[in-house]
Nanobody, 117 residues
Framework: VQLQASGGGLVQAGGSLRLSCTAS????????MGWYRQAPGKQRELVAS???????DYADSVKGRFTISRDNIKNTAYLQLSGLKPEDTAVYYC????????????WGQGTQVTVSS
């Protein structure tokens, strides 16, 4: 499967963006979908994940501000970013896993999110 991420951009602090990750094939077989981010000079970190059953998990730094969802009909995962802060600036990547994310090699290309103060 190939993953196409989109929706990044430049936004002022406090603003919102919605990222999309569309798969070339069905995502129903993938138990979990997630979004990671990597800021300059920092390690890539898991931001949010959602299972096929709709169970979500978030990094503490984004709880209450970001919302992850998936549409199995459209083969797409979304990440709604709200209340953006300059420290949210990073390249955001989507990843899907048949069982889990940690052992998956399915990555999308990154989409840049830049938050100005």
């Amino acid at each position: 499967v190939q993953l196409q991420a989109s929706g990044g951009g430049l936004v002022q602090a406090g603003g919102s963006l919605r990222l999309s990750c569309t798969a070339s094939g069905s995502i129903f077989s993938f138990n979990v979908m997630g979004w990671y981010r990597q800021a300059p000079g920092k390690q890539r970190e898991l931001v949010a994940s959602v299972t096929r059953g709709g169970v979500t998990d978030y990094a503490d730094s984004v709880k209450g501000r970001f919302t992850i969802s998936r549409d199995n009909i459209k083969n797409t995962a979304y990440l709604q970013l709200s209340g953006l802060k300059p420290e949210d600036t990073a390249v955001y990547y989507c990843r899907v896993g048949i069982v889990n994310l940690q052992t998956s090699n399915y990555w999308g290309q990154g989409t840049q999110v830049t938050v100005s103060s």
